[in-house]
């Protein structure tokens, strides 16, 4: 009887150990996929400073004169942490602090070792090259999360920008109009690309562009874009594509203006936002493998959720694929060739700080475009909701005001005397034949069922 229970007691415990060791490698699997590829050997390192650069004295020579000016500026006015480390829990206010001017009482007196920088401020630099050393000292002295970052453009040329931590990517899009002097158009987008992982993402308007670049390793080959995305908020110039995808797109073609802003009002005007009733079949890639097998999945207000096999889409019956608070979408470059994908219409969920393949990321592949604009999209709404409407708001309200400066070289053609224009129809939802009155707006769930 006792040898039972000591043959039963090993095979516990050598399941628990099985166990164990599995977690083990389910950690040291994700350490391995957030660090680093290469230890930086120096770690007083200056590249943490500049973005699509070899180097600092790089990035700083791109700098115009006025931003080198500024940055002078504004890192002579704070040198306190200069003398001493604050605690790790005071490093993140201190670097926002850091940002506001100074008294000239509150800074500390210059030391010895720093009489060269104090010099060089006092006689107020004329030079770029003595404005780019004193630049170099005091960002070593400053904790500021300050970033000096490349913009590649469409043409193939460049704009480098200064970026600090409270800037939002709506703020560096205005930045880069004033400097491109385009349309500022809703379409212009800022897009990190990741050649690695052949992975696009456009970075959303109300995102502080400093904290995803921070995610960024060192030896990164990672890319910023700014270029124009038709489809950056086609969920709001075109609403009937995601909440009327089941109907067929020749009613979804005759739909008005009018009854777009019912659909927007209706989904995006409320205490609670809608989102699309997505569901239907999508490839899933194996984990290490380049095997995809086709699955029923279902778009919630809280994740992706996907059928069993031989289970029905009732809510009971569905599994979590993955939630979204903790990952982005990307598209995806040639995924057919690089994973034998069924198609090239492939997106991929991951971490914003995993920079290369992990088991931890997702990857999920269309049967056609539409349908690779309709979850790329639906998520979108279902991940960031109402915020989502209120940069297309603020980036209508943007490219409206810029209206009057692109047409005013167009003003004295109007000045002459003309017949004043018939006023245009108004079109209605009655104009469509084809189309019935507003029935258009999706049912609401049966009764008992709730989005998960």
Known sequence: MSQTLQMSFRVQMDDIDAMFSSLLGEIDHLSKSLMPAEVDPDPQTDSSFSIGFTDLNESLNELEDHDLDALVTDLGSKSTTSDGQLPADQQTSSSAMALEPEPAAALPPPSNSTESSEGLQMSKPQTKADKIKLALEKLKEAKVRKLIVKVLMSDGSSKTLMVDERQTVREVLDKLFEKTHCDCSIDWSLCETNPELQIERGFEDHEHLVEPLSAWTRVSENKIYFASKPQKYVMFTDPQLFYMWKKKKACLSGINEQAKQLLLKEHFGGSTLIIPDLEGKLYLKEDGKKLWKPLYFVL????????????????????????????????????????????????????????????????????????????????????????????????????????PLHSAAHKARYNSPQPDPAPPKTTNVEDYPHEPPPDFIPPPPPPGQTHV
């Open 300 to 403: 919630r207000a809280s994740g992706i959720y996907y059928v069993p096999k031989g289970k029905t889409k009732a809510i009971s019956d569905l599994v979590c694929f993955v939630h979204f608070e903790k990952v982005n979408i990307y598209t995806t470059n040639n995924y057919k060739q690089k994973y034998r994908a069924p198609t090239n219409f492939c997106f991929m969920l991951k971490h914003p700080c995993i920079q290369k393949e992990s088991h931890y990321v997702k990857f999920l592949c269309c049967d056609d475009e539409h349908t690779l604009l309709l979850w790329v999209n639906s998520i979108r709404i279902a991940k960031y909701g109402s915020v989502l409407f209120d940069n297309y708001q603020a980036a209508m309200k943007r490219a409206s005001s810029s209206q």
